[in-house]
Every structure is written in structure tokens, then in C-alpha cells.
């Protein structure tokens, strides 16, 4: 029988080392499934005991050059995922302390080497584009800045020597280390990259600094590319810690969920009741439940009544009437009678375990989108490669005067130019100012993965309570009996229900004070375990309540009495005075926001955990012709699943526990800001207004984000086809023009600026 097991995997950058590993997994003997997950670094592995053991799987991962451990048996998933925020968050700080230091560093180096390019221009040269621009610049430089003219060349050769290192070994260390470890494994990524083109400039620089007379004699330059190599740093540790800024602030939904269960729970041991922690309580304990507490187990009443509020499984935020023999959660609450309960399942058999799993396991299952830049970087890097090994072999061959260095320098240039400064930018800088503009519009994104996908949604699944509907009891109609007066009915029941925190009795108080009925003071009350409660008002007995709690006070109700899980009841002395009859009333927006999904293409469908009576009055209101009522977590994933199975992109909008797992397993998770801290932090976008309305904001907001992005991401490419070959001298032979490495390096910078700049168009 296989197992499983998640491992936890570190140092993946990208999707080729996702893929490597993933790869790597798959070819393992015994292992039959595999989902190796960038974001979380983790690989869930699914494998055969009798043919392969965790420590081979761990031993697999090292082999690919990847850090692996087995996991900590005594630490649980909740522990887990706090460090692994923890370092999150330490690692985009550390990325952007280094990008500015880095980018601080470039302006200084650009500044530097401006008397150097000059004096460039006016010496011999076989680049007449850059003999052209700086003659024109030479001028206005000299004017502006007339002190870096009279620094002697050398010293600042020797100066940019000393700050690019500093860079290179304080900012950018990492790439050389990575690329190290990519190399000695047989592997390229766009570490592999950034650190060839940045070597080969400090190299060819490092000997024009030592050695300026190997270039004079052979009638070049001895040019020096410092600043490319700090800008080509500069610019990747930029978009780095744009990346890292869109993901680091992800929270532990599996800390929220555990959260809802108590640490302790009140025991029963030799006739004494004692506190002890969760771990201690055995099936068939007695456990005592005190009003407004939380229930530290799943366990079934042995005596007292009360009301639970069960919306962490549910959904629904009516409370549930509970009795003796009846079963009590795990993580509800309680209401306003004491409880002796004995318990039913523990530990990893609980109700509040089993969704603690499910959202475990959507969590590590594969995203359904990877970058399209980490997966285009397979190709993209031993390309470059081999086209700059290429254009040294022609000029060593072919060129009469200093092969060698020709050769060298325009392999420099194509290496600086194809940085992939552009490609590394287009994703994050779009995410940022889109989740910028999010901000504006009350929609909170959190992550670049979480925002592609939203563009690529086609079904939208709805959760009704607390995102279509306001998730709390209005007062829907008000059925006095004969000879009561509506307004003195309500006023007479509020003056009993005033005492009660019922969410019942709260919309009872509420709609007399709308129907600005004065307040009528209440004396003796009672609450029978959320069945019903009365009070002395006015000098009479007056009862509210469900029709079993009359009934069992001796009083006659008529034979259609409505009754039903919001309908309450009243009675004044042993006489029915009438019935109201609440309703969860729809947001204002719900109506405009559903037919604004369906314009935009949409398929929309109604999942609730509500009777179906309710889910298709709802769902007529508001146009909706898929509906799934009557729905547990379970069956919340199996639906999102369902539409997955027919080739479906989903996205799962929801504000309760309950919704928590089918948003983790959708494609895209969106949940209503005001809803419990365990849905939002299970979804990839949390909604911040109470409208609905938020979910189509979010929707067009990524298409639009995704289409900018992949103009970005055609314009990198598109530089890199057009100044690649000019790089590596294809117009040298017809026009003399040989793009250098500082044109090439300028040219790299400008594609970033572009990028950033067409992503700048998302604020508006």
C-alpha cells in the first residue's frame, strides 16, 4: 500500500529547478506520484515502502543539487508553515536590502565611468555608434560634471574594480553560488546566465585595468564594463524582490484553522473536573462545555441543552439547537447553556483534522499556470550560450585585426545584452502595480501566481452566506395573531429577546427598533439552550421560541404554524400572539455582481451548506442556474473538482472555515475580507469590500494584468531577437558598426525601463 510523505526542498528558484527535481522524483523506483511545489518548497511524494524509503527520496532530491531533509515527526504541519513564512519574509527583506544597495551601487558606477567612455570615443575604435553618441554627449558631460574629467583613468578603473567586487560579493553572491551548483549538477538556469555575462565583463574588465597595454598595441580601447556588470545585478535583485514582495506576505491558513480548536478542555476524573491539554483527552471522557466556550472535541451530549454555532463547518451563521444525544464539533461555539459531553474522536479522526487535511493537501497540489519565463529559460539560456561561444569562434577566425579581443568583446556584449533583465521584470513589476490598483479597488492579491490565474477563470463557484448574503437573521415578515397588533407583537418579544444573545434575538431587538418601538424593561428571564426564552414583560408571561418549547409551556398553536429553522414564536401567558419569520437577507450588490460575472463570460454557480429550499430562492433572485446545496467541506472540494475534471479554470468565493479547503483546491481562491481569518488566509485573493462585485474586479483586473504581462514579455523576447545578432556583429560587415558591451549594456537597461514603464499602465 503506498504513502505519503512531504519533503521539504530548498534552494528552487525557478520552474527548471522545479522541474528537475519533479523529474528527478519521478524516475525514483517505488515512487508513484509526485507534486513538487515552488512556493511552498515542498514535494509531496507519494511512494511504495516495500520499494523505496524517505531517506532515498531525500537522497534523490541533494542529488539534483537541491537542499532536503526528512521532516521533524514531532513537528506538525501548523509549525511548519509558520517557519516557512518566517524565512519567506526573512528572504525578501534580505533581496531588498541588496537590490537598493546594488541599484545605489550602478548609479555611482555609471557616474564613474562617464570619462571613460568619453575618452573611449575619441580613441580608436571599430564601434562608430558609440564614437557618435558620445562625441554629442562629451560636451554637455564636461559642462555638468567638469571634476570627473580631471580624475586620472587608472584610479577610476580601479575604483569601479573595488565597488563592482563589493557588489558582486555582498549583492549578488548568490547567483555565483547557485549557478556553481547548477553547473556541478549538469543543470543551466538564469543563475547560469546572470553570472556568465557578469564574469566574462569582470574578466575582460580586470584585464584592461592590469594590463591597458594589451588593447592599445592591437589599436583598442581598453574599455572597461564595471558598470554593466553592477547593473545587470542591480536590475535581477529589482525584480527578485518585486517577486518576493508579492508572495512574502502569505500567511499560515493551517496556524488560523488550528487556532479554532482550545488548547485545554474541562475533564471529568474521579468526580473532579480538571483542566488538561487537548492530547490528554481519550474517547469516552467526560468533558464539560461551558456557555460561549469553544468545544475542544467532536462528542456527543450526555445532559444539558444549548445551541451551537457551527459555521466553521457549515457555513451557516444560525445557530443549531443540540439535546442530549446529539453530536457538538470540535471548534464550535458553544451557546448559552452548560454541556457534559462525551467525546467521539480525537486527534487525527476529529471533524476539525479532517479539514485541517484537505487543506493540507490543496495546498501542496500543483499550481495549474507556471511562469512562462522560468519555463522558457531552458531553451533560453544554452542559447545564449551557445550563440555567444559561436560569435567568438567567427571573430577569432575571421577578423584580421585582434581576433582575439573582437571575439571576446562582442561574446561579452551578446551575454550583457541577453541578460534577462526584461524577462525578470515582466512578471513582477505587472503584479506589483496590479496589486496596487487591487488595493484601490478592495481586492488583495496574494501572489503572481494567484493573479495569471484569475484571468484564466471560466467558473465561478459562490458561497451564499457572508458572500452574496450578509451572513446575518433580518426580520423578513411579522404574522401577529388575531387581535395583536404587528408593531406591539414585535415590541413585546424584543423586550424578552433584549436579554438574549441569540443572533435571532439580535434581529428581533434590531427590527423593533427600526420600527422605532420604545424599549419595554423585562424582569425574571430564562433561556432554554437556545430552544426558546421568557421573561416577565408588562406583568405577563411572554414566551419566544421555537414551536416544541410553547408547545411544552401549554401553549395551543395553529395548525399552520410555519415552523421551521428560522420561523420563532411567541405567546403571551398561555395565549399565541404569532410568529416571525427571518430570512438571510441578499447583499444590495449581489444582484448587479452576479450579472456582471455572466456579461464578462462566466460561468456562475451557487455551493452553499444551506437547505436547498433556501439555495433556490437565492439562486432565482440572483439569475443563478447551477446550484449545490446542502454541502459539507468535502463536498465543497469535490465540486470545485468536479469542474476542474472538465477542463474548467475555477475560482471558489467564500468567507467561512468551512470554505477554507475548496479554496485552497481551486485554482484560484478568492474570499470576502469580512469573513473568518481561516478563509483568507487560505485564498489566493482576499475580497476587502463586503461586495461581491470585488470578485468581477478581480477577475478583469487580471486579464488585463496578464495581457500586459505577455506584451512584456514579447517585447524581451523581441529585444533579445533584434540585439542579440547585433551584439555578436551581423552589421559589421556591411556598415562597421560592432554593438559594445557598454552599448549593449545600456540597450539591456532600456529594455527593463520599457517594461517597467508598460506596466505602469495598469494604475490607470
Known amino acids: 500500500m503506498a504513502e505519503s510523505i512531504t519533503l521539504p526542498v530548498g534552494g528552487m528558484t525557478c520552474a527548471a529547478c522545479q522541474g528537475r527535481v519533479q523529474r528527478t522524483l519521478e524516475r525514483t523506483p517505488g515512487v508513484t506520484d509526485v507534486s513538487v511545489n515552488l512556493i511552498l518548497g515542498s514535494a509531496a511524494v507519494s511512494f511504495d515502502p516495500a520499494v523505496t524509503a524517505p531517506g532515498k527520496l531525500v537522497a534523490a532530491i541533494r542529488a539534483t543539487g537541491y537542499e532536503s531533509a526528512l521532516p521533524d515527526p514531532a513537528a506538525s504541519p501548523v509549525a511548519l508553515a509558520e517557519a516557512r513564512d518566517v524565512a519567506r519574509q526573512h528572504d525578501y527583506l534580505t533581496l531588498r536590502r541588496q537590490a537598493v544597495w546594488a541599484l545605489v551601487a550602478g548609479a555611482v558606477a555609471m557616474l564613474l565611468s562617464m570619462p571613460l567612455m568619453i575618452g573611449h570615443a575619441a580613441g580608436a575604435t571599430v564601434d562608430p555608434l558609440m564614437q557618435a553618441v558620445m562625441t554629442r554627449v562629451a560636451p554637455l558631460l564636461a559642462h555638468v560634471a567638469p571634476w570627473l574629467f580631471a580624475l586620472p583613468a587608472p584610479l577610476i578603473r580601479w575604483a569601479l574594480l573595488g565597488l563592482t567586487l563589493a557588489v558582486m560579493l555582498l549583492a549578488g553572491r548568490h547567483f555565483y553560488t547557485r549557478a556553481w551548483a547548477a553547473l556541478r549538477h549538469g543543470g543551466a538556469d538564469m543563475n547560469t546566465l546572470i553570472a556568465l555575462g557578469t564574469l566574462s565583463a569582470l574578466g575582460y574588465s580586470l584585464v584592461a585595468t592590469i594590463a591597458p597595454q594589451l588593447f592599445v598595441t592591437r589599436g583598442m580601447a581598453?574599455?572597461?564594463?564595471?558598470?554593466?556588470?553592477?547593473?545587470?545585478?542591480?536590475?535581477?535583485?529589482?525584480?527578485?524582490?518585486?517577486?518576493?514582495?508579492?508572495?512574502?506576505?502569505?500567511?499560515?491558513?493551517?496556524?488560523?484553522?488550528?487556532?479554532?480548536?482550545?488548547?485545554?478542555?474541562?475533564?471529568?476524573?474521579?468526580?473532579?473536573?480538571?483542566?488538561?491539554?487537548?492530547?490528554?483527552?481519550?474517547?469516552?471522557?467526560?468533558?464539560?462545555?461551558?456557555?460561549?466556550?469553544?468545544?475542544?472535541?467532536?462528542?456527543?451530549?450526555?445532559?444539558?441543552?444549548?445551541?451551537?454555532?457551527?459555521?466553521?463547518?457549515?457555513?451557516?451563521?444560525?445557530?443549531?439547537?443540540?439535546?442530549?444525544?446529539?453530536?457538538?464539533?470540535?471548534?464550535?461555539?458553544?451557546?448559552?447553556?452548560?454541556?457534559?459531553?462525551?467525546?467521539?474522536?480525537?486527534?487525527?479522526?476529529?471533524?476539525?483534522?479532517?479539514?485541517?487535511?484537505?487543506?493540507?493537501?490543496?495546498?501542496?497540489?500543483?499550481?495549474?499556470?507556471?511562469?512562462?519565463?522560468?519555463?522558457?529559460?531552458?531553451?533560453?539560456?544554452?542559447?545564449?550560450?551557445?550563440?555567444?561561444?559561436?560569435?567568438?569562434?567567427?571573430?577569432?577566425?575571421?577578423?584580421?585585426?585582434?581576433?582575439?579581443?573582437?571575439?571576446?568583446?562582442?561574446?561579452?556584449?551578446?551575454?550583457?545584452?541577453?541578460?534577462?533583465?526584461?524577462?525578470?521584470?515582466?512578471?513582477?513589476?505587472?503584479?506589483?502595480?496590479?496589486?496596487?490598483?487591487?488595493?484601490?479597488?478592495?481586492?488583495?492579491?496574494?501572489?503572481?501566481?494567484?493573479?495569471?490565474?484569475?484571468?484564466?477563470?471560466?467558473?465561478?463557484?459562490?458561497?451564499?452566506?457572508?458572500?452574496?448574503?450578509?451572513?446575518?437573521?433580518?426580520?423578513?415578515?411579522?404574522?401577529?395573531?388575531?387581535?395583536?397588533?404587528?408593531?406591539?407583537?414585535?415590541?413585546?418579544?424584543?423586550?424578552?429577546?433584549?436579554?438574549?444573545?441569540?443572533?435571532?434575538?439580535?434581529?428581533?431587538?434590531?427590527?423593533?427598533?427600526?420600527?422605532?418601538?420604545?424599549?419595554?424593561?423585562?424582569?425574571?428571564?430564562?433561556?432554554?439552550?437556545?430552544?426558546?426564552?421568557?421573561?416577565?414583560?408588562?406583568?405577563?408571561?411572554?414566551?419566544?421560541?421555537?414551536?416544541?418549547?410553547?408547545?411544552?409551556?401549554?401553549?395551543?398553536?395553529?395548525?399552520?404554524?410555519?415552523?421551521?429553522?428560522?420561523?420563532?414564536?411567541?405567546?403571551?401567558?398561555?395565549?399565541?400572539?404569532?410568529?416571525?419569520?427571518?430570512?438571510?437577507?441578499?447583499?444590495?450588490?449581489?444582484?448587479?455582481?452576479?450579472?456582471?460575472?455572466?456579461?464578462?463570460?462566466?460561468?456562475?454557480?451557487?455551493?452553499?451548506?444551506?437547505r436547498r429550499a433556501v439555495a433556490d430562492r437565492i439562486a432565482t433572485a440572483l439569475g443563478i442556474t447551477d446550484v449545490v446545496a446542502e454541502a459539507l467541506p468535502a463536498d465543497k472540494v469535490a465540486e470545485v473538482e468536479r469542474w476542474q475534471r472538465q477542463g474548467n479554470v475555477v475560482a471558489m468565493v467564500g468567507d467561512g472555515v468551512n470554505d477554507a479547503p475548496a479554496l485552497a483546491r481551486a485554482d484560484v481562491g478568492m474570499a470576502m475580507g469580512g469573513g473568518t481569518a481561516v478563509a483568507v488566509e487560505a485564498a489566493d485573493i482576499a475580497l476587502m469590500r463586503d461586495d461581491p462585485g470585488a470578485v468581477a474586479d478581480a477577475v478583469l483586473l487580471s486579464r488585463r494584468t496578464v495581457r500586459i504581462i505577455r506584451q512584456n514579455l514579447f517585447w524581451a523576447f523581441a529585444y533579445n531577437v533584434v540585439a542579440v545578432p547585433l551584439a555578436a556583429g551581423v552589421l559589421y560587415p556591411a556598415t562597421g558598426v560592432l554593438l559594445s558591451p557598454i552599448i549593449a549594456s545600456a540597450a539591456m537597461a532600456l529594455s527593463s525601463v520599457s517594461v517597467v514603464t508598460n506596466s505602469l499602465r495598469l494604475r490607470h
Open 222 to 610: 581598453p574599455d572597461v564594463y564595471y558598470e554593466a556588470v553592477v547593473l545587470i545585478l542591480a536590475f535581477i535583485l529589482t525584480g527578485n524582490t518585486l517577486e518576493a514582495r508579492a508572495t512574502s506576505r502569505t500567511a499560515s491558513a493551517l496556524g488560523a484553522l488550528a487556532s479554532l480548536q482550545p488548547r485545554t478542555a474541562h475533564v471529568e476524573r474521579d468526580g473532579v473536573v480538571v483542566d488538561v491539554g487537548l492530547a490528554e483527552v481519550g474517547l469516552g471522557d467526560i468533558v464539560l462545555v461551558r456557555p460561549g466556550e469553544r468545544v475542544p472535541v467532536d462528542a456527543d451530549i450526555v445532559t444539558g441543552t444549548s445551541s451551537a454555532d457551527e459555521s466553521m463547518l457549515t457555513g451557516e451563521s444560525m445557530p443549531v439547537p443540540k439535546v442530549v444525544g446529539d453530536r457538538v464539533i470540535g471548534g464550535s461555539v458553544n451557546g448559552e447553556g452548560a454541556l457534559r459531553v462525551r467525546t467521539a474522536a480525537v486527534g487525527e479522526s476529529s471533524t476539525l483534522a479532517a479539514i485541517l487535511r484537505l487543506m493540507r493537501d490543496a495546498q501542496n497540489a500543483r499550481a495549474p499556470i507556471q511562469r512562462l519565463t522560468d519555463r522558457i529559460s531552458a531553451i533560453f539560456v544554452p542559447t545564449i550560450i551557445g550563440i555567444a561561444v559561436v560569435t567568438f569562434a567567427v571573430w577569432a577566425l575571421a577578423s584580421h585585426t585582434a581576433p582575439v579581443m573582437h571575439g571576446f568583446a562582442a561574446a561579452v556584449a551578446v551575454l550583457i545584452i541577453a541578460c534577462p533583465c526584461a524577462m525578470g521584470l515582466a512578471v513582477p513589476t505587472a503584479v506589483m502595480v496590479a496589486t496596487g490598483r487591487g488595493a484601490q479597488l478592495g481586492v488583495l492579491v496574494k501572489g503572481a501566481d494567484a493573479l495569471q490565474r484569475a484571468g484564466d477563470v471560466d467558473v465561478v463557484i459562490l458561497d451564499k452566506t457572508g458572500t452574496l448574503t450578509a451572513g446575518k437573521p433580518v426580520v423578513q415578515d411579522v404574522r401577529p395573531a388575531a387581535g395583536i397588533d404587528a408593531d406591539a407583537l414585535i415590541q413585546q418579544m424584543a423586550a424578552v429577546e433584549l436579554l438574549s444573545q441569540h443572533p435571532l434575538a439580535r434581529a428581533i431587538v434590531a427590527e423593533a427598533a427600526r420600527r422605532a418601538q420604545p424599549s419595554i424593561a423585562a424582569a425574571d428571564f430564562t433561556s432554554d439552550g437556545g430552544r426558546g426564552a421568557s421573561a416577565h414583560v408588562d406583568g405577563s408571561m411572554v414566551r419566544v421560541g421555537s414551536v416544541r418549547y410553547l408547545s411544552e409551556h401549554g401553549v395551543t398553536l395553529p395548525t399552520e404554524q410555519g415552523d421551521g429553522a428560522m420561523t420563532v414564536h411567541a405567546a403571551i401567558g398561555s395565549r399565541y400572539a404569532g410568529a416571525v419569520t427571518l430570512t438571510d437577507a441578499l447583499r444590495p450588490q449581489s444582484v448587479a455582481a452576479v450579472a456582471r460575472l455572466q456579461r464578462a463570460g462566466l460561468r456562475v454557480v451557487l455551493l452553499t451548506g444551506d
